[in-house]
T-cell receptor, first 114, second 113 residues
């Protein structure tokens, strides 16, 4: 069965510093991978996705992620964090089958200090 | 504007009561999904539907029911059999061609009185 691990429950960074959020997945084939962001009390917004091809994917708001098959990882990065990036971030892997079902990690809450 | 509308934003349930959460989309998506979100547990799939008049159980369907009578609507009923209904409920939809991205509504927070 597919699974996603986000080992960091909570991360604090200073505004302007770089950010890396970790995501490890367990899946038997080439996965579909996603990063979503959630502001408090809101729904999820897609930041980026990996389906195939170039292993470095660019997303919205200056985020990027790199798919590393050998490490079963899909870490999210941003070179310079803004205070508005404070939110909860979820990594997800797409499951095979007849529908586009997702398995989510437990999330990483990002706090940005000024 | 196209999107997914969930209502109400906040909902309170009394003991033994069934409550229904609304989810409407005008994106012309075929597939729709319901997730439950609890602190520290991420999102868990309750039910999903790929086509009108058909739906499938997800990972935590017990105590919930759904219907899909129209393409744009996928209401979720939290029944009295769900003993721990307090959570944030999220509805999503996707075009369902191949593997497609899911788009989410703003959620409904359900609490027990």
């Amino acid at each position: 069965a597919q699974s996603v691990t986000q080992p960091d429950i909570h991360i604090t960074v200073s505004e302007g510093a770089s950010l890396e959020l970790r995501c490890n997945y367990s899946y038997g084939a080439t996965p579909y991978l996603f990063w979503y962001v959630q502001s408090p009390g809101q729904g999820l917004q897609l930041l980026l996705k990996y389906f195939s091809g170039d292993t470095l994917v660019q997303g919205i708001k200056g985020f990027e992620a790199e798919f590393k098959r050998s490490q079963s990882s899909f870490n999210l990065r941003k070179p310079s964090v803004h205070w508005s990036d404070a939110a909860e971030y979820f990594c997800a892997v797409g499951r095979t089958g007849t529908a586009s079902k997702l398995t989510f990690g437990t999330g990483t809450r990002l706090q940005v200090t000024l | 504007d196209g999107g997914i509308t969930q209502s109400p934003k906040y909902l309170f349930r009394k003991e033994g009561q069934n409550v229904t959460l609304s989810c409407e989309q005008n994106l012309n998506h075929d597939a729709m999904y319901w997730y439950r979100q609890d602190p520290g547990q991420g999102l868990r799939l309750i039910y999903y539907s790929q086509i009108v008049n058909d739906f499938q159980k997800g990972d935590i369907a017990e105590g919930y029911s759904v219907s899909r009578e129209k393409k744009e609507s996928f209401p979720l009923t939290v029944t009295s059999a769900q003993k721990n209904p307090t959570a944030f409920y999220l509805c999503a939809s996707s075009p369902d061609r191949g593997f497609a991205v899911q788009y989410f509504g703003a959620g409904t927070r359900l609490s027990v009185l």
